[in-house]
């Protein structure tokens, strides 16, 4: 093969002051988002015996987790069925069209699939953009009924409102639950040793919690903790929180999004930085978690979360601990359970199927998918366990929304390795890549990681990153994917 060269990495090898009256406001929003939800419920339950079938899909994950190239993959082979082998209803014939229409919401952006998936099919295939903000998209089908009466039926349709949102504000969920100063001793408690942790520890020092509020000194704060929040996120740890921190959007330069965590104070000033810090934090629940919740979250049905586990994995077991951590934080969130009829006229939608997808299968062989697998669902048991209990349905899988690989194998130092061959990113080089033997048990990485381990004692972990493939689809065919049909027939099956 031409412009390859073998390169080795120990075990890797590849080739190329009113706190009591602020309390009852909480409640009291609380409550009214409450009403409201149920308001929602009731008007869906009632309404949906004579209107077409609507299941609302919700995708998220954290950062490069891949939700982008998910959603506009899943659309594509839901389109062209002919590489959904094991998603029944395409393969039975029983989804007779799928086509895009108009979401139903005006005042929600919608995802931009025909210009993604332009981007990945080009000439020259490149990554699209990754997601910034919530959207959402509309795909209905045509789908025959199945069962003794199904010859008597003609075709039903139904609707798939696929609702996109970062997954850095399914973290800021778990914020509602805790207040300034439980946040922010959580928050310096992690600190040491994650990336530009010491700049924004130093700004700290200079400060005084008990001084008097000063909106420059508040700024330098905010942006001295930013940058670490950014700093963390590119390293691979998952609990960045707050989310619009790193996705400010409309709000960036706002007050809500200008203050930091405080080291614990005995009672601070009225108007100190404290005090201050401490309202903006309320703040920032109140005005920018909590609608989120009630606008968007809280109608969802089915839910994917795309973790990149390979990525924790590589950055070492602090990350894969913060990762372990931050899911089963977030899961709490997704009030999961049975969505029965007294479910959703009472208590409003519940999310009654969960998936938790490790992305970039594809940068593995198949021989080592088995054990990415167990990681995932060893690294997501305590999430998993709690959703399990109240009745919802989760699984773990390893999937690639979009194949970017062929596989091989090569002699390295007398053994056979399984590779995988593709374009390196940013270069037009070809090189074939072994990340590494991922262990058949997953607690040798879980143990080390839970135990504090800055790194891997025996093994180094790598990661290579691929641009995508050049494409050439058949009529009827989708992008080629690993996976994606079990997990649409996990999310998507019974419903159709």
């Not at 795909?139 to 409102?161: I, N, W, Y």
């Not at 609702?163 to 040491?192: C, Q």
């Not at 970039?360 to 167990?374: I, R």
């Amino acid at each position: 093969m031409p412009n390859q060269s073998l390169h080795n990495a120990g075990n890797r090898a590849y080739l190329g002051g009113n706190v009591h009256l602020r309390g009852r406001r909480v409640v009291i929003t609380t409550l009214a988002d409450g009403i409201t939800r149920t308001v929602g419920s009731v008007t869906d339950t009632l309404s949906a015996p004579f209107s077409d079938q609507v299941i609302r899909l919700g995708v998220t994950g954290l950062s490069r987790a891949g939700k982008t190239v998910f959603i506009t993959s899943l659309v594509a082979n839901l389109l062209n069925r002919g590489r959904m082998p094991q998603f029944q209803a395409a393969a039975s014939g029983r989804i007779q069209t799928a086509y895009l229409q108009p979401q139903p919401d005006d005042t929600i952006a919608r995802f931009d699939y025909e210009n993604h998936l332009s981007a990945l099919t080009a000439k020259a295939p490149h990554w699209p953009e990754g997601t910034q903000r919530v959207s959402e998209l509309r795909l209905s089908m045509k789908v025959q009924p199945k069962g003794f009466l199904s010859g008597l039926q003609g075709p039903r349709t139904v609707h798939l409102d696929i609702v996109d949102y970062p997954g850095e504000w399914l973290l800021d969920l778990s914020l509602l639950d805790k207040d300034f100063a439980t946040w922010s001793a959580e928050v310096l408690d992690r600190l040491p040793n994650r990336p530009k942790a010491d700049p924004f520890l130093a700004a700290l020092a200079k400060g005084d919690p008990f001084a008097a509020f000063s909106e420059p000194d508040a700024q330098a704060l905010a942006a001295a903790f930013t940058d670490h929040l950014n700093a963390s996120r590119a390293a691979g740890y998952s609990d960045c929180t707050p989310g619009r921190f790193l996705l400010p959007g409309d709000m960036e330069g706002s007050p809500v999004l200008t203050f930091a965590p405080l080291p614990a104070v005995e009672k601070p000033a009225r108007k100190s930085m404290w005090r201050e810090f401490e309202r903006r934090f309320e703040s920032y629940k109140r005005n920018v978690v909590r609608p989120f919740f009630r606008d968007h979250f809280s109608k969802i049905d089915r839910q994917i979360v795309l973790t990149d586990v390979l990525g924790a994995i590589h950055a070492g077991p602090p990350a894969v601990e913060d990762m372990r951590r931050s899911m089963a934080d977030i899961l709490s969130a997704f009030r999961p359970g049975k969505n029965d009829f007294l479910t959703r006229l009472f208590q409003g939608r519940r999310i009654d199927k969960i998936l938790f997808a490790a992305t970039k299968a594809d940068h593995l062989h198949h021989e080592q998918h088995p054990q990415l697998t167990a990681i995932t669902q060893a690294l997501l048991r305590d999430a998993k366990d709690r959703a399990d209990f109240v009745g919802a349905t989760t699984q773990a899988m390893s999937i690639a929304a979009l194949r970017t690989t062929t596989e091989s194998t090569r002699t390295h130092q007398g053994r056979e390795l399984g590779v995988v061959r593709g374009q390196l990113l940013g270069s037009d080089k070809q090189a074939a890549f072994y990340p590494g033997a991922l262990p058949v048990d997953p607690s040798h990485l879980l143990g080390p990681a839970r135990n504090g381990a800055d790194s891997w004692l025996d093994v180094d972990y790598e990661v290579m990153g691929f641009a995508p493939a050049s494409l050439t689809l058949k009529p009827g065919e989708g992008p080629p994917h690993i996976r994606m049909d079990k997990a649409a027939q996990f999310l998507l099956g019974d419903l159709l």
